[in-house]
């Protein structure tokens, strides 16, 4: 047995005079009452905005590709930014349960849980708008590499676009299984305490029999950290292979190579901004605010500005290299299409680098940090600079290419374009609704895990430690 | 209670060993000096510079990311390193020597020399070329010289700052306040560093150094790709002092958890490392401009291809294997090994990068190379033990310590 | 299906169940299972479990995708169906790399995830015996084999003075069976003995 022990600078990660049966029931209490008013208003809110989206999609199966905008030079408009936008948002979650984890972050137990299903939420989100986009939406079998009856003829191995069917669906599936394989100790607690025959019956199947045993619990663990390690390089290589859909092209603004850490980061700043905007009304909703403790708002704030500066300095090596390389395509992408404000475009550039770029930088300061207010606000704002940018890339690099014969005319959306985009937000809030409902939002067994080490009363049990010297603590505690 | 032995103090042996190498540097940088500093040929010429400059630079760089270690880890409130933290501490004084000489060569090549054959944006061509006339705005020998010396200078000026605070974890033990206050200034002083680092490191400096002498190529992913090279060189070296000075019966706290941890950090950074190589090389291979391609063909197809594929071979196959295994991290045989594979290895991807453009034809790789590549490491030897010997190895009253004494991974 | 006689005790701290479980085992007890609400480190080794091996089958599962997807790839676009695209060799080997990177870690994900619930015996519809219903919330509950040379009485009073705070004895199925946890809640035989 190890010494459970932390510096008392540290802030707890669990305040309150906690023990493993009050975790438990702080965290079942929701799943165990009736839903509030509120969660009933958000839900068909939810639901509406869902059939809207459902619509929205008939009327474009019906009537083809053509209910939307996309015109000549701009081939993927809303949807392809809408798809990224959903992508990167879908990061968060296993960054925060994968890197954390191996970085061993402590305050990531308090939110991997729900950081984790809005991940796979958004990335179901995601997977509509290339599928959708597709037209002949009945032929989509067609992306498969399967032994197939059209000839011989194979899927193109070689195309970025077979890369992200393998990405994105590996990365649903893998997230998925990595959320549930976490779940399943929870279900099993939820199981053990349920009073109704349908919640034992319902959890009990979904807890799969867990005991608890201890040999089950080693090889979880073993799991938990390879399924961690797998994850990891698996986060990066999705967005990465989002960037090559543009960056394999030879389009001004697109083939570039800094693309894939670049959209790395991105993606990890908006799941982020994402997960704020989610958590603090959770926390508030529910009376989590000992778990989800403001300790975890200003860690989120950091990576917040850590990301958004890193996605800084990409924009602007991107807007140096646009001069440097005196290529006249890329110069007049860069320098007219984009950063020259009174160009068509050219207030979705400054638009991104005011809410990506400018603004995240208040979080320098712990004041602001710690204020929630000013994080929400600002875990919009985040959101909306990231859809510019992917609107950014997408749109004013194809209105205006090589050729000034085709430039196009000015591209935007159709109600149609609009509705789809609302509806994905309809099946994202109506997932999530349902699972803050009937799942433990916050990972319990994790909970109980770092308890004894963060919590604040235990904290205060081991206070005497505090005291002693390097020197004498090495004596008696070390290993 | 026996005390621990927090002094270090330099064995003659090890003084002996660096100063050997540090000789046989010297020797072949006069050597050198004669046959192809003073050659009347402007090939070997720019080959006896160019290697000066990729050495010193490589050597700067992975010194340097000791200094970035402390500071992420600093910033993210990390505990864990604490038991070893004063090594990368010794090692980021390197930059105050290695700094001025790196400063040295290369405002000589640019101010002095106006070595045109290293730097094509120096020569007059230049001037009508229709494309380097528009980069001349940024490649000029008076932006180059003000801003390498800015760099250089708030390189040690920001990292000395970080050290200072580090000497008050020797004096008073902190109580709750003190403590607070002390992680809080150490919090304001990283993130300096960082923000320099950022935008010397990770973005201009790179440019300015190497790349620009592919004078018309680009490529925006180069500042990084060079970040993590020498980040991961920079972990490999931490790893061979902390091993050292466990042999040697010092570094009681730091045991093979921290040795872990150090090894993940090898491991990750070299995948990192393969990601960001594979994202430049692929996307460059697969857009097949000509422009860009230039700069891959003759690594890829000419004299350099087994230089190329060596790089690829010893910074991401070896390490991906070899430091998989939770064991292999934890073995103190194994980590030499693969730290001394490491360095070699981004010192050989420096190599390509610098001598890859200088001598497309033939590869330069020889006794001269290693020459002054020992000179260099006779420096860190000689000049790190010294420093180490200056301060104690623990950080006796940092308020992190024992939680860096428990480490458990 | 094998039925076996356990003596059961409870704990509520790491520091108690440590020592307890120390002493049951160089008392020659045969400790069935521990079960804990959350994993404890170290009680795998403080129970003499050999580590596992998971890990190593999860790798396996990776080489096996990194093959599968190159040979598969290289077959169908060099030898199968070759294809120009866009004037690269047959043999595209880094454009072949993201796909061949996603199946590794599909194949060593899934199968792991498999292996893991084969190797504890966990599916839907699968019923196991549970010793005490707060094993997942918050106690630790420690399940002593009982053989026939086993005197249950001294065991018990044993397990008390080891620390445990509630001890019982319960016969028990060690296999799963199919079944759903809304029907037959009488998993334990209550013969419990509260002690203070």
């Known amino acids: 047995m190890h010494l459970k022990y932390e510096s008392q600078l540290r802030e707890p990660l669990v305040y309150g005079e906690k023990d493993f049966h009050q975790v438990t029931e702080d965290i079942c209490r929701p799943i165990e009452a009736k839903p509030s008013k509120l969660w009933y208003v958000g839900f068909f809110i939810a639901v509406a905005l869902l059939m809207f989206g459902f619509y929205s999609i008939y009327s474009e199966v019906t009537y083809g590709v053509g209910q939307w905008n996309l015109n000549k030079t701009v081939g993927w408009g809303w949807d392809i930014t809408n798809f990224v936008w959903w992508v990167g948002i879908g990061h968060a979650g296993t960054l925060i349960s994968a890197i954390l984890l191996l970085f061993r972050q402590g305050w990531r137990t308090g939110v991997n849980r729900a950081a984790e299903a809005m991940t796979i939420f958004a990335v179901m989100c995601a997977g509509q708008f290339p599928i959708w986009h597709m037209g002949r939406v009945w032929m989509a079998f067609f992306v498969m590499p399967y032994p197939n009856t059209r000839g011989p003829l194979w899927a193109n191995f070689n195309s970025p676009l077979l890369w992200d069917v393998f ?146 300095v990409a924009y602007l090596t991107e807007l140096f290299m646009g001069w440097y390389s005196q290529n006249k395509y890329e110069g007049y992408t860069f320098w007219y299409s984009r950063a020259n404000l009174f160009s068509p475009y050219g207030w979705s550039y400054w638009g991104m680098m005011a809410c990506n770029v400018l603004s995240p930088q208040i979080f320098w300061f712990k004041k602001m940090r710690r204020n929630l207010f000013v994080t929400f606000f600002m875990s919009i704002i985040v959101n909306i600079g990231m859809w510019f940018e992917r609107f950014v890339i997408i749109v004013t690099s194809l209105y205006r290419d090589y050729l000034p014969s085709s430039w196009s005319i000015y591209y935007s959306p159709t109600i149609f374009e609009i509705g789809f985009y609302l509806g994905t937000f309809g099946l994202f809030f109506t997932c999530f609704f349902l699972f803050s409902k009937y799942f433990p939002v916050i990972a319990i067994a994790e909970i109980k895990h770092v308890l004894q080490t963060t919590g604040e009363s235990y904290k205060e049990k081991v206070g005497g430690i505090e005291a002693m010297q390097g020197e004498e603590f090495a004596h008696d505690y070390a290993h | 209670m026996a005390s621990i032995r927090a002094q270090f103090e330099v064995p003659s042996k090890t003084k002996t060993w660096s100063l050997a190498l540090i000789f046989i540097g010297v020797l072949s940088l006069i050597v050198g000096f004669v046959t192809k500093g003073m050659s009347s040929d402007e090939h070997t010429k720019t080959v006896f510079w160019g290697t000066l400059m990729y050495n010193s630079i490589f050597f700067t760089l992975i010194c340097n990311a000791s200094m970035f270690f402390i500071c992420a880890t600093t910033l993210a409130m990390g505990g864990w390193q604490i038991a070893f933290r004063r090594i990368p501490e010794a090692i980021s004084v390197m930059v105050k020597i290695f700094g001025p000489i790196t400063l040295a060569i290369l405002l000589y090549v640019v101010l002095v020399d106006h070595n045109h054959e290293i730097y094509h944006w120096l020569s007059e061509e230049a001037k009508v070329d229709p494309i380097l006339k528009g980069k001349l705005g940024f490649l000029n020998p008076t932006f180059f010289a003000i801003w390498t010396t800015l760099t250089i200078v708030l390189w040690i000026f920001l990292g000395a700052r970080m050290r200072k605070l580090s000497a008050e974890c020797d004096e008073a033990p902190m109580d709750a306040e003190t403590g607070t206050k002390f992680i809080w200034r150490n919090t304001v002083s990283a993130s300096l560093f960082i923000v320099w680092f950022a935008l010397t490191v990770a973005s201009t400096i790179p440019w300015l150094w190497m790349m620009s002498i592919d004078a018309h190529w680009y490529s925006t992913m180069y500042s990084w790709y060079t970040f993590a090279s020498s980040f991961v060189s920079g972990m490999a070296l931490v790893a061979l002092w902390v091993i050292f000075l466990k042999n040697k019966g010092y570094l009681e706290y730091a045991n093979e958890e921290h040795l872990h941890d150090i090894g993940k950090f090898m491991f990750a950074f070299s995948v990192f490392w393969t990601y960001l190589w594979f994202s430049q090389y692929m996307l460059i291979w697969y857009g097949n401009i000509p422009e860009e391609v230039v700069y891959f063909k003759h690594r890829v197809q000419g004299a350099y291809k087994g230089i190329f594929f060596l790089n690829l071979i010893i910074n991401f196959i070896c390490p991906l294997l070899i430091l998989m295994k939770r064991s292999a991290k934890r073995n103190y045989t194994i980590v030499t090994f693969m730290a001394v594979l490491i360095i070699f290895g981004h010192w050989i991807d420096f190599y390509q990068m610098v001598m890859g453009s200088l001598s497309k034809e033939e590869v330069t790789l020889g006794w001269f190379d290693f020459g002054i590549a020992s000179l260099f490491i006779g420096m860190i030897i000689f000049f790190v033990s010294k420093e180490l010997a200056k301060k104690p190895l623990v950080m006796k009253y940092h308020p992190f310590l024992k939680e860096s004494i428990i480490h458990h991974t | ?171 028990a199925e060690t296999q799963w069976w199919l079944g759903t946890y809304d029907k037959d809640q009488q998993l334990i035989r209550d013969t419990t003995i509260e002690i203070a």
């Not at chain 1, 994105?168 to 997230?175: A, K």
């Not at chain 1, 905007?277 to 959770?282: A, E, S």
């Not at chain 3, 079960?35 to 003499?48: E, F, K, Q, R, S």
């Not at chain 3, 047959?90 to 870690?105: G, R, S």
């Open chain 1, 167 to 312: 990405a994105i669906s590996t990365y649903f599936t893998v997230s998925l299984l990595f959320w549930y394989s976490g779940l399943i100790p929870d279900f099993a607690t939820i199981r053990d305490r349920a009073k109704t025959k349908l919640r034992k019956k319902l959890y009990g199947i979904a807890a799969f029999g867990w005991t608890g045993s201890t040999k089950h619990w080693q090889r979880h663990e073993s799991l938990s950290l390879v399924l961690a390690g797998l994850s990891t390089p698996l986060v990066l290589s999705v967005h990465t292979i989002v960037s090559f859909d543009f960056a394999t092209s030879v389009i001004p603004g697109w083939h570039t190579t800094i693309f894939p850490p670049y959209f790395v980061a991105g993606a990890v700043f908006s799941g982020f901004a994402m997960v704020q905007t989610l958590m603090l009304i959770l926390r508030k909703v529910y009376g989590l605010e000992d778990y989800i403790t403001l300790g975890h708002i200003e860690a989120m704030n950091k990576v917040i500005v850590l990301t958004g500066s890193i996605v800084g």
């Open chain 3, 1 to 171: 299906m094998a039925k076996k006689k356990f003596v059961v005790g409870c704990f509520k701290e790491e520091a108690v169940l440590f020592p307890a479980v120390k002493k049951v085992r160089t008392a020659g007890y045969k400790i069935h299972d521990v079960y804990t609400p959350y994993p404890v480190h170290g009680l795998d080794h403080a129970l003499g479990l050999r580590e596992t091996s998971l890990h190593t089958a999860g790798f396996i599962y990776g080489i096996t995708g990194t093959t599968t997807a190159l040979s598969c790839i290289s077959w169908i676009l060099t030898s199968d169906w070759p294809l120009n695209f866009g004037g690269k060799p047959h043999f595209a080997l880094p454009a072949w790399i993201p796909i061949i990177f996603e199946f590794t870690v599909l194949l060593a994900a899934v199968g792991m995830v498999l292996t893991f619930c084969y190797l504890c015996q966990l599916a839907p519809f699968l019923k196991k015996h549970h010793f005490h219903l707060r094993a997942t919330d918050d106690y630790m509950v420690m399940a002593i084999e009982c053989t026939a040379k086993t005197n249950v009485a001294d065991l018990k009073a044993f397990l008390e003075n080891a620390g445990a705070f509630e001890v019982n004895e319960q016969e």
